[in-house]
């Protein structure tokens, strides 16, 4: 309902991204915005590399809505909806792990990027941007990190999450009141946890997968 929400959701868009995955291309969902012909064609513009957003667990790349149009006014910014997240299509039989993550995330860059970035992650996707960082040095001009988390081997808690203990705390993690919670926790400024936020948070749940991919990530 907000304006920054309706124009960054309507930019979306969705591309083929081959991968080592799987035998079928992965529907990717993403955001580009800044190109240097639509904004400024200063010579010293063309050698600032992309900002690529990752946003963070159970999310999408509507959590940069209000922060992309910002960056896109002075270079070139992509978003993309991580494997097993957000819009991004959700393939049965493709492992959804941080490595799984890692490798999708490789090949979109690959195929749409091919320059350095600038990497900026938020929370989970802060994890994954040091996963990604280590592994494609190369890729990378700068590492960014929010409020970031980080990968370390599975928790104790996880050899409980077996059926039908997964399944619970998915569907724990679909309740209305809890996304409105989670959604109120992660803003310092709590009138922007608005209930267009809320909304924003939210219409991944509805697409096929998102339940057992959570699952297995």
């Not at 998915?170 to 267009?196: C, E, G, H, M, W």
Request: some cysteine; overall charge positive.
């Amino acid at each position: 309902t907000e304006t920054a929400s309706i124009s960054l959701a309507a930019q979306i868009e969705h591309v083929l991204i081959a991968t080592p995955l799987s035998n079928r291309p992965i529907a990717t969902s993403y955001v580009r915005q800044g190109q240097l012909d639509r904004v400024n064609a200063k010579a010293e513009n063309g050698n600032r590399p992309p900002l690529l957003l990752l946003h963070g667990f159970d999310s999408s790349v509507l959590e940069f809505r209000r922060l992309f149009p910002l960056l896109a006014e002075n270079q070139e910014v992509w978003a993309i909806d991580l494997l097993g997240f957000g819009f991004t299509e959700r393939l049965a039989g493709v492992p959804y792990s941080p490595d799984a993550i890692k490798a999708h995330l490789y090949s979109f860059w690959q195929q749409l990027i091919q320059r350095p970035v600038i990497l900026v992650g938020a929370s989970m996707g802060g994890a994954a941007a040091i996963d990604f960082t280590l592994t494609y040095p190369t890729a990378v001009n700068k590492l960014v990190l929010l409020d970031t988390a980080g990968y370390k081997a599975i928790a104790a808690i996880g050899k409980f999450l077996f059926p039908p203990f997964d399944r619970l705390a998915v569907d724990f993690l679909r309740r209305p009141q809890v996304r409105q919670q989670i959604s109120r926790s992660a803003y310092y400024n709590k009138s922007l946890a608005t209930a267009d936020a809320n909304l924003c948070a939210s219409p991944q749940l509805n697409l096929p997968g998102w339940h057992d991919a959570l699952k297995t990530f």
